[in-house]
């Protein structure tokens, strides 16, 4: 028994370490990580209570063809002051209930105004989050590119200690100069603030990624992956074609439509009739007692049922300069200034695509450029290394192809790096399919 429940405890301990270090630590890929921040992204759980809300109105919207409801329960009494009727009233109870149902071609109106709003909430909830994938994926491919700049300058790093540790056995052999060994060594510690740097900068953006992913900052992420050898296929013509299908385009039309919607109801709400329909029903009961005797007389009762159809026609608001008129007319402006600001967004977006379009393009040459000089900066440094380990050149020649290949790597992946970058925000404009 005993050992039997050494074994429970064990698997136990396991199962809980284990549960610990899953919770300690998350692996992520693209994919996985756009995904973690659509659930757990606190601005967009903010916005989809908009979106519920909106589609709360849109289903309950039936209750603009409930009537009105009012149950009333009084009770009051009455007396002679002055005058002698011989009449006492001593207390009187009446209940009632009423239905008004008013009729107005507005109702339409209003109901399209609830699916307006639907709309507007649904494509703001959804431009939320491209948002939220555009600056995640940026993120994410910063930190791979970032990553692998730590790794090339740990290996820069490395090589340059190793390189020293060749020129100061040298030195101390007499084979090299002290000027050759302090150069070495000098470069050595000019490359340990970079390193350091790039470490910090790598660590605040891993920050910033869990706070859009919503994860714990004590979380461990690994992330998987690589930059993305993109490259853009469509036409600057074919893009600009594209501009009027955007959500931001599509957001401004339904805003409009909004407007005019909610228009159009005031004023068919304020200058139409309106047909009300109205039902009732009450009960009386009084105590009466004569005055000479002050005896109460048994209760009597009374009830009556009414009803009426009766047709509202509205005059003040077809006055001018009415407050309906006024409320009105600032709508026409509002409406006039969405238009005013579509365009100007609209001929913004164009500008944004063709600069976006132009620097990808530059961005591309820079890239065969820079893939070219990695190359060749490769060569000459094996050949300087070979040529100082034959004695033709001091080991600063070494040391200076060694930055050179340096340089170009690092030099390509920014490229690499901004490319993508570029690539994503053009995609988040004119919501281009990077699949």
């Not at 992204?41 to 519920?52: F, K």
């Not at 329960?73 to 009727?85: E, T």
């Not at 109870?93 to 009729?103: H, I, T, Y």
């Not at 299908?245 to 005031?266: D, N, V, Y």
Request: net charge negative.
């Amino acid at each position: 028994m005993k050992l039997l429940r050494y074994i429970y405890v064990l698997m136990f301990l396991t199962c809980c370490v284990m549960t610990t270090a899953y919770a300690s630590t998350l692996q992520l890929t693209l994919d996985d990580a756009i995904a973690l921040a659509k659930r757990q992204n606190l601005n967009l759980q903010s916005q989809m209570i908009d979106v519920q809300q909106a589609r709360r109105d849109v289903d309950t919207s039936w209750n603009l063809f409930l009537p009105t409801v009012n149950l009333t329960l009084s009770h009051g009494g009455q007396n002679d002051v002055f005058s002698n009727s011989g009449v006492k009233v001593i207390s009187g109870l009446r209940a009632g209930l009423s239905v008004e149902f008013p009729l107005n071609l507005a109702v339409k109106d209003q109901l399209d105004s609830y699916n307006l709003a639907y709309s507007i909430q649904q494509v703001t909830y959804a431009q939320a989050q491209a948002e939220i994938e555009r600056n995640v994926t940026k993120l994410f491919y910063y930190l791979l590119a970032e990553s692998e700049n730590l790794a090339l300058q740990q290996k820069n790093l490395e090589l340059a200690e190793k390189q020293y540790e060749k020129v100061r056995i040298n030195y101390e052999s007499g084979f090299a100069s002290e000027l050759e060994m302090l150069s070495s060594r000098l470069g050595v510690d000019q490359l340990r603030p970079s390193f350091h740097q790039s470490q910090n900068t790598y660590e605040a953006q891993m920050l910033a990624l869990k706070a859009l992913l919503g994860v714990d900052f004590d979380t461990e992420l690994l992330l998987e992956g690589t930059l993305p050898n993109w490259s853009l296929e469509e036409t600057l013509d074919e893009l600009r074609g594209q501009i009027g299908s955007t959500r931001t385009m599509q957001l401004f039309a339904l805003q409009a439509a909004s407007i005019e919607s909610g228009k159009l109801a005031q004023g068919k709400a304020a200058l139409t009739p309106t047909l009300m329909i109205s039902a009732g029903y009450s009960i009386d009961t009084k105590a009466i007692s004569p005055a000479p005797s002050f005896v109460p007389t048994p209760n009597v009762w009374s009830d009556v049922a009414q009803y009426s159809i009766s047709l509202v026609v509205p005059l003040d608001s077809h006055i001018p300069g009415s407050s309906t008129k006024v409320s009105l007319e600032k709508m026409d402006n509002s409406l006039r200034k969405l238009n005013f600001e579509r365009e100007q967004t609209r001929m913004q977006l164009e500008q944004s695509v063709i600069t976006q379009v132009r620097a990808l393009e530059n961005l591309q040459k820079q890239r065969e450029v820079a893939q070219s000089n990695l190359e060749l900066a490769q060569r000459v440094y094996e050949m300087h290394l070979i040529q100082y380990e034959g004695g033709y050149v001091d080991y600063l020649s070494v040391e200076n192809a060694q930055q050179d290949v340096f340089s170009a790597e690092q030099n390509l992946l920014f490229l690499d790096y901004q490319y993508a970058s570029a690539l994503v925000d053009l995609a988040y404009d004119i919501q281009l399919d990077l699949n």
